[in-house]
């Protein structure tokens, strides 16, 4: 069962979060004002075609939370995460972040 894996466990919990903020949201706005702003908007460029080096190898850093195994384990945090992905040469980072499940 997904529940008792800690990979996967807050998953159902994102999920449902999503569902009721999402609910709330469309009670809020009409889909075709939804649709009316997006037309509006520019595609954002592909990190992919972006990120160049001349011939060098793109790396991209992808963060992912995983629940704290022991009471001692530090707190997630993205941005340290992710600075220290650049340090170490990262041309782009790649993360999943909830404020209902990881903290911000």
Known sequence: M???NP???PYPDIIAAKRQA??????KTPIEAIRALASMQKRPPPVLST???EGEITLIGHLRYRPPT???AAPYDPVSRALRFIRQG????????DFTIYQG
């Open 2 to 4: 997904a529940a008792n």
């Open 7 to 9: 990979a996967t466990a």
């Open 22 to 27: 999402l609910a709330v949201r469309k009670a």
């Open 51 to 53: 990120v160049t080096n």
């Open 70 to 72: 022991d009471t001692l």
């Open 90 to 97: 990262a041309d782009a980072v790649a993360l999943f972040t």
